[in-house]
């Protein structure tokens, strides 16, 4: 339904989703790093799951691939609606954020080695925590996955529809099938697409 609205409803719902996100990403980091004491972090390698991801370099590649490929579902819409210098600020911004993100994601991870083997990381280190943690957070992370896919939606609709004026009047349908797809994807599991398709 939000995905109907076009880019002004994927640009509503990621100005929501993104802070509510990050803040919620940084508290478990924060709670994470207290609840650790000071205690030494001992950095080991995760079992190797996955051919692509037995070392930082892949990890790194696969981390920034991921993130790449749903900015520019973002960015490619918006292209006409920015100012230039909104072009130059928004990535510089983005990156920023996507640092942060990353550094409390992993220096969480490094701390809590056992979260490492769960699909979502941050919710089971969350849910050590406390569990209501746990299930607070779960819903920021919830609305981050709505909002990459939300984002690929947008972003197929707008191409398509560029290329082929006639989907616009058939605009409901294809963002039926799309959510299908998106749908029957996410059985394959977070990891795997991660890992394997980026």
């Avoid at 911004?93 to 993100?101: A, D, E, Q, S, T």
């Avoid at 925590?129 to 939606?153: N, Q």
């Amino acid at each position: 339904l939000v995905s109907l609205r076009g880019l002004d409803g994927l640009l509503k719902a990621l100005s929501l989703l993104v802070p509510t996100l990050t803040v919620t990403t940084l508290i478990i980091a924060i709670l994470a790093l207290i609840r650790n004491g000071g205690a030494p972090v001992v950095l080991t390698p995760a079992p190797v799951t996955n051919p692509l991801m037995g070392n930082w370099a892949f990890s790194s590649l696969t981390y920034i691939s991921y993130n790449f490929f749903g900015a520019v579902c973002v960015c490619v819409p918006m292209a006409t609606h920015i100012s230039p210098k909104t072009a130059k600020l928004g990535p510089a911004l983005g990156c920023v954020i996507l640092g942060i993100i990353a550094a409390a994601v992993f220096s969480s991870m490094a701390m809590n080695p056992d979260a490492t083997q769960a699909q979502l990381p941050m919710l089971a280190i969350a849910q050590s925590i406390d569990p209501r943690l746990g299930y607070i957070s779960a819903v920021p992370l919830l609305f981050g996955m709505f909002g990459t896919s939300l984002s690929a939606i947008v972003a197929v609709l707008a191409y398509g529809e560029s290329r082929v004026p006639s989907l616009h009047s058939r605009r409901t349908a294809v963002t039926a099938l799309l959510a299908l797809i998106a749908w029957a994807g996410s059985l394959f599991g977070f990891d795997k697409l991660i890992g394997i398709l980026y």
